[in-house]
Protein backbone atom coordinates (compact mmCIF):
# COMPACT_ATOMS: atom_id res chain seq x y z
CA UNK A 1 0.00 0.00 0.00
CA UNK A 2 1.28 3.61 -0.84
CA UNK A 3 2.60 5.59 2.30
CA UNK A 4 3.73 9.21 3.10
CA UNK A 5 6.73 10.04 5.79
CA UNK A 6 7.31 13.42 6.48
CA UNK A 7 9.39 13.11 9.78
CA UNK A 8 9.75 16.91 11.11
CA UNK A 9 6.31 17.63 12.69
CA UNK A 10 7.58 21.32 12.91
CA UNK A 11 10.00 23.38 11.57
CA UNK A 12 11.11 26.96 12.68
CA UNK A 13 13.34 28.95 9.72
CA UNK A 14 14.38 32.50 9.80
CA UNK A 15 12.86 34.99 7.20
CA UNK A 16 15.06 35.04 4.43
CA UNK A 17 16.55 32.21 5.33
CA UNK A 18 16.51 28.70 3.17
CA UNK A 19 13.71 26.17 3.56
CA UNK A 20 13.84 21.96 2.99
CA UNK A 21 10.80 19.89 4.09
CA UNK A 22 11.44 16.52 3.97
CA UNK A 23 9.02 13.90 2.31
CA UNK A 24 9.69 9.95 1.62
CA UNK A 25 7.12 7.59 -0.10
CA UNK A 26 6.36 4.15 -0.99
CA UNK A 27 5.01 3.34 -3.73
CA UNK A 28 5.48 0.23 -5.94
CA UNK A 29 5.31 1.87 -9.91
CA UNK A 30 6.02 5.26 -10.55
CA UNK A 31 4.51 7.39 -8.32
CA UNK A 32 2.28 10.69 -9.28
CA UNK A 33 3.53 13.64 -6.04
CA UNK A 34 2.19 16.46 -4.90
CA UNK A 35 2.85 19.19 -2.21
CA UNK A 36 -0.19 21.23 -0.60
CA UNK A 37 0.24 23.96 1.63
CA UNK A 38 -2.54 24.80 4.31
CA UNK A 39 -2.56 27.99 5.80
CA UNK A 40 -4.14 29.02 9.06
CA UNK A 41 -8.09 28.40 8.41
CA UNK A 42 -7.68 27.44 4.88
CA UNK A 43 -8.22 24.82 2.45
CA UNK A 44 -5.40 23.02 0.40
CA UNK A 45 -3.62 24.54 -1.95
CA UNK A 46 -1.69 22.83 -4.66
CA UNK A 47 1.70 24.25 -4.95
CA UNK A 48 3.31 21.88 -7.13
CA UNK A 49 2.96 18.30 -8.55
CA UNK A 50 5.45 15.48 -10.38
CA UNK A 51 4.01 13.68 -12.47
CA UNK A 52 7.03 12.21 -15.02
CA UNK A 53 10.27 14.01 -16.62
CA UNK A 54 12.10 16.40 -15.54
CA UNK A 55 13.04 15.34 -11.65
CA UNK A 56 13.18 19.00 -10.55
CA UNK A 57 9.56 20.44 -10.71
CA UNK A 58 8.53 24.42 -10.35
CA UNK A 59 5.87 25.40 -8.04
CA UNK A 60 4.23 28.37 -6.93
CA UNK A 61 5.25 31.03 -4.73
CA UNK A 62 8.55 30.14 -5.34
CA UNK A 63 8.64 26.89 -4.28
CA UNK A 64 10.49 24.13 -5.99
CA UNK A 65 10.69 19.64 -4.70
CA UNK A 66 12.96 17.03 -6.75
CA UNK A 67 11.78 13.79 -7.30
CA UNK A 68 14.46 11.18 -6.10
CA UNK A 69 13.48 7.33 -7.30
CA UNK A 70 16.87 6.08 -5.30
CA UNK A 71 15.91 7.92 -1.93
CA UNK A 72 12.36 7.39 -2.63
CA UNK A 73 11.89 11.59 -1.96
CA UNK A 74 10.36 14.49 -3.13
CA UNK A 75 11.80 17.29 -0.61
CA UNK A 76 10.17 20.81 -0.58
CA UNK A 77 12.78 23.38 -1.02
CA UNK A 78 13.03 27.26 -0.97
CA UNK A 79 16.09 29.60 -1.55
CA UNK A 80 14.25 32.74 0.93
CA UNK A 81 11.65 32.08 3.15
CA UNK A 82 9.07 34.88 3.65
CA UNK A 83 6.65 35.04 6.99
CA UNK A 84 3.84 34.59 4.69
CA UNK A 85 4.96 31.14 3.91
CA UNK A 86 4.00 30.16 7.25
CA UNK A 87 2.04 27.19 7.33
CA UNK A 88 1.42 23.50 7.21
CA UNK A 89 2.75 21.89 4.68
CA UNK A 90 1.38 18.26 3.03
CA UNK A 91 3.57 15.62 1.10
CA UNK A 92 1.05 13.25 -0.78
CA UNK A 93 1.25 9.94 -3.44
CA UNK A 94 -1.26 9.09 -5.84
CA UNK A 95 -2.98 5.68 -5.03
CA UNK A 96 -5.24 3.98 -6.75
CA UNK A 97 -7.97 6.84 -7.34
CA UNK A 98 -6.80 8.78 -4.22
CA UNK A 99 -4.13 10.26 -2.39
CA UNK A 100 -2.41 9.25 0.24
CA UNK A 101 -1.26 12.35 2.48
CA UNK A 102 1.34 12.76 4.84
CA UNK A 103 0.84 14.18 8.56
CA UNK A 104 2.37 17.43 7.72
CA UNK A 105 5.23 19.48 8.47
CA UNK A 106 4.02 22.82 10.33
CA UNK A 107 6.43 25.83 9.00
CA UNK A 108 7.26 28.60 11.40
CA UNK A 109 8.98 31.99 10.54
CA UNK A 110 10.86 33.56 12.81
CA UNK A 111 11.81 37.15 12.26
CA UNK B 1 -14.81 28.67 -12.04
CA UNK B 2 -14.78 29.61 -8.58
CA UNK B 3 -13.59 26.35 -7.32
CA UNK B 4 -15.03 24.04 -5.06
CA UNK B 5 -17.51 25.89 -2.98
CA UNK B 6 -18.62 24.03 0.52
CA UNK B 7 -21.54 25.16 3.00
CA UNK B 8 -21.82 26.28 5.59
CA UNK B 9 -18.39 27.19 6.40
CA UNK B 10 -18.81 26.90 10.35
CA UNK B 11 -21.24 24.96 11.98
CA UNK B 12 -22.02 24.96 16.06
CA UNK B 13 -24.69 22.36 17.10
CA UNK B 14 -25.41 20.38 19.88
CA UNK B 15 -25.03 16.92 20.20
CA UNK B 16 -27.75 14.51 19.32
CA UNK B 17 -28.60 17.33 16.48
CA UNK B 18 -28.26 16.13 12.63
CA UNK B 19 -25.54 18.04 10.69
CA UNK B 20 -25.41 18.08 6.95
CA UNK B 21 -22.50 19.23 4.83
CA UNK B 22 -22.07 20.22 1.48
CA UNK B 23 -20.22 20.30 -1.73
CA UNK B 24 -20.43 21.44 -4.88
CA UNK B 25 -17.27 19.94 -7.16
CA UNK B 26 -15.76 22.13 -9.99
CA UNK B 27 -17.68 21.68 -12.90
CA UNK B 28 -16.35 18.72 -14.91
CA UNK B 29 -14.66 16.67 -12.18
CA UNK B 30 -15.53 13.03 -12.00
CA UNK B 31 -14.36 12.28 -8.76
CA UNK B 32 -15.66 13.70 -5.05
CA UNK B 33 -13.41 13.23 -2.03
CA UNK B 34 -14.56 14.15 1.75
CA UNK B 35 -12.13 14.56 3.86
CA UNK B 36 -12.14 14.93 7.97
CA UNK B 37 -9.09 17.17 9.67
CA UNK B 38 -8.25 16.92 13.38
CA UNK B 39 -5.64 17.58 15.14
CA UNK B 40 -5.59 14.58 16.93
CA UNK B 41 -5.48 12.18 13.42
CA UNK B 42 -4.99 14.91 10.52
CA UNK B 43 -6.52 14.71 7.67
CA UNK B 44 -8.34 11.42 7.15
CA UNK B 45 -10.29 10.55 3.92
CA UNK B 46 -13.97 9.60 4.64
CA UNK B 47 -15.43 8.38 1.70
CA UNK B 48 -14.92 9.34 -2.37
CA UNK B 49 -17.22 9.24 -5.68
CA UNK B 50 -16.43 8.57 -9.23
CA UNK B 51 -19.34 9.41 -11.70
CA UNK B 52 -21.43 9.66 -8.38
CA UNK B 53 -21.23 6.79 -7.35
CA UNK B 54 -19.77 5.84 -3.77
CA UNK B 55 -16.34 4.04 -4.89
CA UNK B 56 -14.75 3.65 -1.33
CA UNK B 57 -16.21 4.55 2.20
CA UNK B 58 -14.12 2.61 4.54
CA UNK B 59 -13.06 5.78 6.32
CA UNK B 60 -16.74 6.51 7.06
CA UNK B 61 -16.42 6.36 11.08
CA UNK B 62 -19.82 4.63 11.71
CA UNK B 63 -22.73 4.60 10.68
CA UNK B 64 -24.16 7.86 12.08
CA UNK B 65 -22.15 8.86 9.23
CA UNK B 66 -23.47 9.15 5.17
CA UNK B 67 -22.73 10.70 2.01
CA UNK B 68 -24.13 11.27 -1.19
CA UNK B 69 -24.15 12.36 -4.59
CA UNK B 70 -27.44 12.63 -6.33
CA UNK B 71 -25.41 14.46 -9.41
CA UNK B 72 -22.56 15.69 -10.97
CA UNK B 73 -22.76 18.87 -9.17
CA UNK B 74 -23.78 18.46 -5.36
CA UNK B 75 -22.91 16.21 -2.40
CA UNK B 76 -23.78 15.85 0.99
CA UNK B 77 -22.17 14.49 4.29
CA UNK B 78 -24.65 13.84 7.01
CA UNK B 79 -24.09 12.99 10.66
CA UNK B 80 -26.90 11.55 12.51
CA UNK B 81 -27.04 11.86 15.34
CA UNK B 82 -23.70 14.16 16.40
CA UNK B 83 -21.18 13.58 18.72
CA UNK B 84 -18.40 16.17 20.34
CA UNK B 85 -16.31 13.83 18.87
CA UNK B 86 -16.87 14.69 15.69
CA UNK B 87 -15.77 18.23 16.30
CA UNK B 88 -13.56 18.96 13.28
CA UNK B 89 -12.99 20.55 9.67
CA UNK B 90 -14.63 18.28 7.31
CA UNK B 91 -13.09 19.02 3.10
CA UNK B 92 -14.43 18.69 0.08
CA UNK B 93 -12.42 17.66 -2.79
CA UNK B 94 -12.67 17.12 -6.62
CA UNK B 95 -10.31 15.85 -9.63
CA UNK B 96 -10.41 15.16 -13.01
CA UNK B 97 -9.27 11.82 -13.00
CA UNK B 98 -7.24 9.27 -10.97
CA UNK B 99 -3.79 10.41 -9.69
CA UNK B 100 -4.66 14.05 -10.86
CA UNK B 101 -5.12 17.05 -8.70
CA UNK B 102 -7.47 17.28 -6.31
CA UNK B 103 -8.25 20.36 -5.44
CA UNK B 104 -9.66 21.92 -2.21
CA UNK B 105 -12.74 23.62 -0.30
CA UNK B 106 -12.73 25.66 2.42
CA UNK B 107 -13.71 23.41 4.38
CA UNK B 108 -16.50 23.11 6.98
CA UNK B 109 -15.53 23.70 10.60
CA UNK B 110 -17.91 21.88 12.76
CA UNK B 111 -18.32 22.38 16.58
CA UNK B 112 -20.79 19.55 18.26
CA UNK B 113 -21.28 20.72 21.85
Known amino acids: AQSVTQPDIHITVSEGASLELRCNYS??????LFWYVQSPGQGLQLLLK??????LVQGIKGFEAEFKRSQSSFNLRKPSVHWSDAAEYFC?????????FGTGTRLLVSP | DAGVIQSPRHEVTEMGQEVTLRCKPI?????LFWYRQTMMRGLELLIY????????DSGMPEDRFSAKMPNASFSTLKIQPSEPRDSAVYFC???????????FGPGTRLLVL
Open chain 2, 49 to 56: FNNNVPID
Open chain 2, 27 to 31: SGHDY
Open chain 1, 27 to 32: YGATPY
Open chain 1, 92 to 100: AVAGFQKLV
Open chain 2, 93 to 103: ASSSGTGETQY
Open chain 1, 50 to 55: YFSGDT
